[in-house]
């Protein structure tokens, strides 16, 4: 999923970056009110966030702008204004959420999380098609729908996963690796594999930012992270999932 980033303040705006590709999003930077819109009009994101105080154009002129061509994109305003009327602004001017700085990190990904479930952003989580090899055999299972791993049900669509009664919210990169597993469960995903998957072709694979991934990926969905069931270490190799273990 693209998201265009409007933050004047380049430290923000590049923590901000940073933050969203650790999640799996494809982040559109832009440091004013103007490119923003230039931004936004060449790049047709599925998600903007906007700082409020921007030069050029402020940020409630860009969603005013934004919501003249396109009434359903998700818009969430970031703004260090904290009072109700600026809020009340902002979200009569059609955005979706407001959060007021400071925040912290978890706090906005849960926002952009459930402002993509209630919009049903579904697209950003299809999964890219790997060419068919030895190492990287035909897939044995269309995981674009709801997918049972193990004693885990997880929707795409809505970024969550469910163990009986118990929730689970994810990112968009645990979705994709879960759905790799699955895709091609019995057989072991080496790591390029994996960073093809569900990082992109372009990016440049680092074995510590995989393996801390799936640490904290097993924290969220295995009953006992130490003895996962669900992601299970290849030493040397990579990982897989094992339907019937």
Request: charged residues 30%.
């Amino acid at each position: 999923m693209k998201i265009l980033v409007a933050e004047d303040d380049y430290n923000i705006l590049m923590g901000l970056v940073e933050v969203l590709e650790d999640e799996g999003y494809h982040p559109i930077p832009a440091r004013d009110g103007e490119a923003a819109l230039q931004a936004y009009q060449a790049e047709q994101p599925d998600f903007v966030i906007l700082d409020i105080m921007m030069p050029k154009q402020n940020g409630y002129d860009v969603c005013r702008a934004i919501r003249k061509s396109n009434t359903t994109i998700p818009i969430l305003f970031l703004s260090a204004k904290s009072e109700e009327i600026d809020k009340v602004v902002g979200l009569e001017l059609g955005a979706d959420d407001y959060l007021t700085k400071p925040f912290g990190i978890k706090e906005l990904t849960a926002r952009i999380r459930a402002i993509a479930r209630r919009v049903k952003v579904n697209k950003s989580t299809q999964q890219v098609p790997i060419e068919a090899s030895p190492s990287n055999p035909q897939p044995q299972e269309n995981t674009s729908e709801s997918f049972l791993i193990s004693d885990l049900m997880v929707s795409p669509g809505e970024l969550r996963a469910r163990r009986g009664e118990t929730v689970i919210d994810l990112s968009i990169r645990d979705v994709k690796i879960l759905q790799s597993l699955f895709k091609y469960k019995g057989k072991v995903l080496d790591r390029n594999t994996i960073f093809n998957e569900c990082w992109g072709t372009d990016y440049y694979p680092n074995s510590r930012t995989l393996d801390q991934h799936i640490s904290q990926l097993r924290k969220k969905i295995e009953v006992n992270p130490k003895s996962p069931k669900i992601i299970r270490t290849v030493h040397g190799i990579g990982y897989r999932y094992d339907e019937n273990l």
